[in-house]
Structures are given as C-alpha cells and as structure tokens.
C-alpha cells in the first residue's frame, strides 16, 4: 500500500522503533524488499538516490514500477517512495513522477538557503500529501559523487529546520555511507541526545546504517532515532552471495547462466540482510 511515510514515522517515533528505508537499484531488488516487508508485516520506505533513479531509466520508470508490483504482489503493508538525498531539481522531478515522499538534502548549504529551500519544499509537498525529510550536518562518506565529512550536526539549527513542519530530519552524528573506517570514532550519542531534547516528537534518521554495531543502532533508537537507511549492506550482500555462485561454477552448470538462476542467491541475501535489519530495528509486526 503506497503512502507518504508521515504515519509510519509518528507511529515507529511513538512506539521507540525504527523504520528502515532500504535503498533500492533495480526491479530485483525491489520486489524482494516488498516480499520480505510482506512477509514480515513491516512497513518500509523504498529509498532511490538520484544516481539509482537515473540508473533504473528515470524516476518515473521507478514509481511506476513500484506501484504495478505493490498492486501485483498484494502489498497490504505501508510502503513510500522516497527520494534519498534530493537536490532541488530532483525533488521537482520525483514529486511529479509521483513519489509518496522526498527527501531535500540542503545540508552543504548555507543554513539561511537551507531553510529557504527547505520551507518551499514543505509547502509543496504538504499540499499534496507527501512526507518531506531535511538534512543538517553532512553524512560522511561517499553518496552519487558527493563525498560528506561526517560531521555533527548543530542541535540549534536542527530545531530551526523542524520547525519549518519537515516530517523527519537527519541530522549527521559522525555517521558514514559505506564501509567505515577501522578508526571510526562511533556515533556521537551526545549530539543526538541534543538533538532529540531541541526537536522532541520529530523523527531523526540515520543514515548510513550499513555496518554500525548493533547495540550502537538500538541506543540510537532509544535517543529518538525513527528511522534507519541501509544500502551498501544489501549491495555487499547481494555481490558475495553472486560471486559464490560464479565461483562455484554454478552458471556453467544446465541453465545455471539464466539471470533469474544467477541473480536468485543474491536476492536470497538481500531478503536475509533486511530481515535481519527490521528485527534489529523493532519494526516487524509493527504494519
Ligand atoms: P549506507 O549505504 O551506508 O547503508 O547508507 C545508506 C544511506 O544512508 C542512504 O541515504
């Protein structure tokens, strides 16, 4: 059931879990995210970075498909498309192919423009029901060729772009995308603790969730985290799993080279890596 992810935040925020938004690159990849959030009766946000988009032939080609399989595959849990670190333009283009939500990530900005853009951005949204997440503080690490430092986000500014009405806000707390490095610092619980006392009911997002310790993950939701976003796992995942099955000699086996054969113990790695992602995050049952 396609939504805007406004209800499934206030409920995940309410009840100390999180949503994941699992990012996705290809029909594969979408149809068991959909399947695994089924499964488990979860609700998930479908999360499509510029890059993906322009990868899969336009955004869209990426709502439409996602709309002919929730309906095909009788999707009764809550699922949005989102937008995952927008610019302006992008966030134009998705709302016209009709994504349920958007992200704007105005956070390499000045603060004056990111609000500027930001509170545009909400009323157009709102007007047409869609959710809308802000940033403040870059992420670090490397996301579409934007390389973020992972700094930690000002609990002030936070406050000032929450208050423009936006539905969830990632605010950088020496998170990564990608792999981190083997002299991470951690997160800083501090900063969030901060955060969540300057934004109170607004559900925060963490981004790059790949990677990060478990109990790290939990203690974030504790603080107010609502929801989680996972790519580069699924992608780690989904490359061993295939690579084995090379490796064995598995595609020269019979048909062994048909992509729905070749493909298949990669998309088995995927569902594993979101199953396991929702029980970490709380959010199973929870549709
Ligand atoms: P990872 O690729 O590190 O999981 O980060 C995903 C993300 O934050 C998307 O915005």
Not at 127 to 134: D, H, K, P, R, V
Not at 178 to 201: C, H, M, N, R, V
Not at 250 to 267: H, I, Q, S, T
């Amino acid at each position: 059931m396609l939504v805007s992810a406004t209800e499934m935040l206030k409920k995940a925020k309410a009840g100390h879990y999180a949503v994941g938004q699992i990012n996705i690159n290809n029909l594969e990849w979408t149809k068991i995210v959909l399947q695994t959030a089924q499964e488990l009766n979860s609700p998930v946000i479908l999360g499509v970075s510029e890059g993906a988009g322009k990868y899969m032939g336009g955004f869209k080609v990426v709502q439409d498909m996602v709309a002919a399989l929730d309906e095909e595959m009788g999707i009764t849990v809550p699922v949005a498309t989102h937008l995952d670190h927008g610019t302006y333009e992008g966030c134009y283009k998705c709302i016209k192919a009709g994504f349920t939500s958007i992200m704007f990530d105005g956070s390499h900005y000045p603060i004056d423009e990111n609000i500027a853009k930001t509170t545009e951005l909400v009323h157009v949204a709102h007007q047409l029901g869609l959710s809308i997440e802000a940033e403040v503080g870059a992420i670090g690490g490397e996301e579409d060729g934007v390389i973020g430092r992972g700094e930690c986000a000002d609990p002030d500014e936070c406050k000032q772009i929450a208050d423009l009405g936006v539905d969830m806000l990632a605010a950088g707390i020496g998170n990564i995308h990608g792999k981190y490095p083997a002299d991470w610092e951690g997160l800083s619980f501090e900063t969030l603790d901060k955060i969540q006392q300057k934004t109170g009911i607004m559900p925060l997002v963490l981004h790059g969730g790949s990677g990060i310790p478990d109990e790290m993950v939990k203690k974030a939701i504790t603080l107010g985290v609502s929801k989680v976003n996972v790519n580069t796992e699924c992608q780690l995942s989904f490359a061993a799993a295939v690579r084995k099955y090379i490796e064995a000699g598995k595609d020269l086996e019979g048909k062994g080279f048909d992509p729905r054969k070749l493909l298949a113990p990669g998309v088995e790695a995927i569902k594993q890596t979101v199953k396991e992602k929702f029980e970490l995050f709380g959010s199973v049952g929870q549709a």
